[in-house]
């Protein structure tokens, strides 16, 4: 499948980063909500969305209950996202706790891949949750 082009991914009618919201929640029905209670709310605290899991398949075994955090960062491949950025991701974390006690995964999914200092920053995180970074890059979609 060819890369997607982000510049024209940008133009649609529409802001970017509920477009890439709509786009994530879209690939991820397609692929896994089969296997699971997928939930999306407006305005749900932490996460966008988030599946548990009532059968196996290639995220995990039942049991497993994801959430992710879709990130639309206008920022070149490469830059890092930068302290301001940081402290919303580590709050929408901090939110995925308190409002999803018994979530197991939380997933970060940008349109880029981060730096490796600020993957290094993401996995030093505190938290009970496995986390994980999936970016259009990684062949996710």
Not at 28 to 33: D, G, N, P
Not at 51 to 56: A, D, E, T, V
Not at 98 to 118: F, I, K, Q, S
Not at 125 to 134: D, F, I, N, V
Request: with cysteine.
């Amino acid at each position: 499948m060819p890369p997607l082009n982000w510049d024209r991914f940008a133009e649609l009618q529409g802001a970017p980063d509920s477009n890439f919201e709509s786009l994530c929640r879209s690939i991820l029905t397609r692929h896994y909500a089969r296997h699971g209670d997928l939930v999306a709310l407006g305005n749900q605290p932490g996460v966008e969305f988030h599946l548990k899991l009532r059968s196996s398949c290639a995220l995990g075994k039942p049991g497993r209950w994801y959430g992710w955090q879709c990130r639309w960062y206008d920022i070149p491949s490469g830059h890092p996202i930068g302290s301001a950025r940081r402290a919303k991701i580590k709050a929408a974390l901090e939110k995925t706790e308190e409002t999803l006690p018994h979530l197991t995964d939380w997933v970060l999914w940008t349109r880029n891949p981060l730096t490796a200092g600020d993957q290094d920053w993401f996995y030093s995180l505190k938290t009970k949750l496995t986390l994980t970074l999936w970016t259009s890059a990684k062949g996710v979609w």
